[in-house]
């Protein structure tokens, strides 16, 4: 996201590029694994106030269907679900203050790094809004039912220290070392099956809304595909012979 001026907040242009991207990156079979930050000091400081009630691009004066059916919504529900329903995996590097949407969006990847400069808040109700892309279903899957209640509730900020504890990042390093260690662990992702790590993504979000038996008839299948992929034979090879495996995706 490259509007550090905004502290990359999101406007018409900039969800419809990164939707875009998205879609770009889920063609590419070149491409294993999505990393989205932001420029600058700030990750996301949520939707531009430009956008809102006084600003130069506000939704104006409309009905609540119409506001329901405009592109911001529209624009969320493919920015977030885009994120969600990528095959590959997703890292969100949180490298600085993440705020409203900004959170939403960092929550819909699959995992988050951080440094001591990372912060989160809902920020809606500040400003009397309900969060409309996603936080509902998204905060209380990552940190609970009575945490994301608590923030929904107050605005409160969430710092890095206590994100980590709570699971919602996976990596807490120093500033100086986010990048780096965001890379390495893109690139150790990246080097694995392909073909298995697609279906477990699907099949991990898809098990959120079904139950356990369900899931086990779709394992099946799922493990089914993999027995016969050429990843597997390689995998086992690699095991056999004592070294690493090269995964091509098939």
């Known amino acids: 996201m490259n509007r550090p001026e905004k502290r990359n907040a999101l406007n018409r242009q900039m ?26 000091k700030g990750f996301c400081s949520g939707a531009d106030t430009d956008l809102m009630p006084g600003g130069s691009s506000a939704l104006g004066e409309q009905s609540v269907e119409d506001l329901r059916r405009s592109f911001v919504f529209q624009a969320a529900r493919k920015l977030i679900l885009g994120l969600q329903r990528l095959e590959k995996p997703t890292i969100a590097m949180v490298n600085g203050v993440c705020v409203g949407a900004g959170v939403d969006i960092a929550l819909a990847c699959d995992m988050r790094t ?3 400069n990372t912060r989160f808040m809902c920020g809606f109700v500040k400003i009397g809004l309900f969060p409309g892309f996603g936080a509902t279903w998204l905060y209380p899957r990552i940190l609970g039912l009575g945490k994301a209640l608590e923030l929904l509730f107050t605005g409160d900020t969430l710092g890095a220290e206590e994100a980590k504890q709570l699971g919602m990042l996976n990596k807490l390093v120093s500033a100086n070392k986010l990048e780096e260690e965001t890379c390495l662990l893109a690139q150790k992702i990246a080097q694995g099956p392909p073909v298995a790590i697609r279906l477990m993504k699907s099949e991990l ?13 779709r394992a099946a299948a799922c493990e ?11 995998g086992i090879s690699a095991l056999r012979e004592k070294r690493e495996p090269l995964y091509h995706g098939n």
């Open 205 to 217: 979000y898809r098990g959120l809304e079904t139950d356990l038996d369900a899931a086990l008839h």
């Open 114 to 116: 951080g440094s001591e």
């Open 224 to 234: 089914s595909i993999t027995l016969l992929s050429h990843d597997h034979r390689e």
């Open 15 to 40: 969800m419809q590029e990164m939707i875009t991207a998205i879609e770009e990156v889920g063609a590419d079979e070149d491409t294993r694994v999505l990393v989205i930050t932001g420029a600058g």
